[in-house]
């Protein structure tokens, strides 16, 4: 038997689960999930015989505005959010093969980071052309604005530790809509600096029980309204309705949301929309490897007073960085423990992905080891792989989502961290404004 909704939601990661939470609990749908969890990258996991330590396998933690989409969500939610401690604020970055604090403000002046030459090269940013590079890439207009030597020891392992990806390669105006706009709005970085001062800034905050919570709170709120382990195999249109296909049952609905990867999306497009199936399916993605690995806190020199470390590009590792885990959420172990997670693979060494467990964890100690001062061997570790997850916002994304969105019915909502934003404040806000459209419009 045909079941007919008004709604179908296919994918449950955090865009399919904002979505029909913001439509409220009256609302006639269904969410789909093929996966025997929903969540998506979202997931919080309890290690150990006690499950005495939490590791994050997919966002560490969240950024928040100070109003809008995440905020709302967790308020309805009656999550709590709260910020890392005062001394896990630091960010540290590699600079031959030890730990130096980021220069943000006036350690720009100090930080060896960058020659006298650099430093100088810097200070002229407000004499910059400010149309110059807007529509180029990261590498472009970071070089343009700041110098090469400010994309190599501090925009290079910024991009690699947001997107994975290479700033050659990545759309400024795609990766960074923010920064551009505020050039746009004020003719340089210094000068936004300066006539924005004072506005309210985004937090980092981490809701209490880790990422996951947010992921249960929805799947409670919604209740019988998700399907788990229900794998969609086909589509069908007829200019006014969709017929689903999936592992649960056929389905009808007046209304289709697709959260799913881009891959998977395409899939299902390519024979009821091919125009728009397309420009989805050309979008690459960056893989990447997450070790989480538990230590003794008595066999860990460096202090961890900080959020974590990223890597240059110039530095020639293997690993990305690592995150404090357990500084960031002191609560994610026992104080006689660290939880340390490090990141590998992206656009600069694709193949790690496919690196056996032993071979991932040589690198984290050779190269780990030596910036924290790791003793012996790790209590605990836990290797999390994903393969294809964080899309690449190359040159041609900006015509590319113009074209889907064009080539869009307006039966159909498109929601994923391959359109306008890879973070969950972006997925949710993003999520939450198509239910207000279609709330408005009802």
Do not use: K, N
């Given at each position: 038997m045909t079941r007919c909704v008004e709604t179908l939601v296919v994918g449950a990661g955090i865009s399919g689960l904002a979505y029909a939470h913001a439509r409220g609990p009256q609302a006639d749908l269904v969410v789909l999930e093929g996966a025997k969890r929903a969540g998506g990258l979202v997931h919080t996991e309890r290690l150990g015989a006690q499950g005495e330590f939490r590791a994050e396998l997919g966002p560490e933690s969240l950024r928040f505005e100070v109003a809008g989409g995440l905020t709302d969500m967790l308020r309805e939610l009656g999550l709590e959010a709260r910020k890392p401690p005062t001394n896990a604020s630091k960010r540290f970055l590699v600079h031959r093969g030890r730990l130096v604090d980021a220069p943000l403000g006036p350690k720009m002046?100090?930080?060896?980071l960058l020659t006298l030459g650099g430093k100088l090269r810097l200070a002229s940013e407000p004499?910059?052309?400010?149309?110059?590079?807007?529509?180029?890439?990261?590498?472009?207009?970071?070089?343009?604005?700041?110098?090469?030597e400010a994309l190599d020891a501090l925009l290079d392992p910024l991009v690699s530790g947001i997107h994975a990806g290479d700033p050659q390669q990545l759309s400024m105006r795609a990766c960074f809509p923010r920064l551009v706009e505020l050039v746009e709005t004020h003719g340089g970085l210094f000068k936004a600096l300066f006539k924005t001062r004072g506005d309210p800034a985004p937090s980092v905050m981490k809701p209490v029980g880790g990422c996951d919570a947010i992921v249960s709170a929805l799947t409670r709120a919604l209740g019988e309204r998700i399907v788990l382990d229900a794998s969609?195999?086909?589509?069908?249109?007829?200019?006014?309705?969709?017929?689903?296909?999936?592992?649960?049952?056929?389905?009808?609905?007046?209304?289709?949301v697709l959260a799913l990867p881009a891959a998977s999306a395409a899939r299902l497009l390519s024979t009821v929309a091919p125009a728009l199936a397309r420009p989805i399916g050309s979008i690459a993605s960056e893989s990447l490897v997450s070790v989480t690995h538990v230590w003794r806190r008595a066999d860990v020199g460096h202090p961890l007073d900080g959020f974590g470390y990223l890597v240059a590009s110039r530095e020639?590792?293997?690993?990305?960085g690592t995150l404090f885990s357990s500084s960031i959420a002191p609560d994610a172990c026992p104080p006689s423990h660290v939880v340390l997670r490090t990141l590998l693979g992206g656009a600069r060494r694709p193949e790690t992905i496919d690196l056996a467990e032993a071979e991932l964890l040589a690198i984290v100690r050779s190269e780990v080891r030596a910036l924290l001062e790791l003793r012996g061997e790790?209590?605990?570790?836990?290797?999390?792989?994903?393969?294809?997850?964080?899309?690449?916002?190359?040159?041609?994304?900006?015509?590319?989502?113009?074209?889907i969105e064009a080539a869009c019915p307006p039966s159909l909502v498109l929601l994923g961290n391959?359109?306008?934003g890879i973070g969950v404040n972006h997925l949710v806000a993003h999520a939450r404004s198509r239910a207000a459209e279609l709330s408005r419009a009802g």
């Open positions: 002046i100090t930080t060896p004499f910059r052309a400010a149309r110059v590079a807007l529509d180029g890439s990261v590498a472009d207009f970071v070089r343009h604005r700041i110098g090469q969609v195999g086909s589509l069908a249109f007829d200019g006014e309705t969709w017929r689903v296909r999936s592992t649960v049952g056929e389905f009808e609905a007046a209304r289709l020639r590792m293997r690993h990305l790790p209590e605990l570790v836990r290797v999390q792989r994903w393969r294809a997850t964080l899309p690449r916002f190359d040159l041609a994304h900006p015509e590319r989502v113009a074209a391959w359109l306008r």
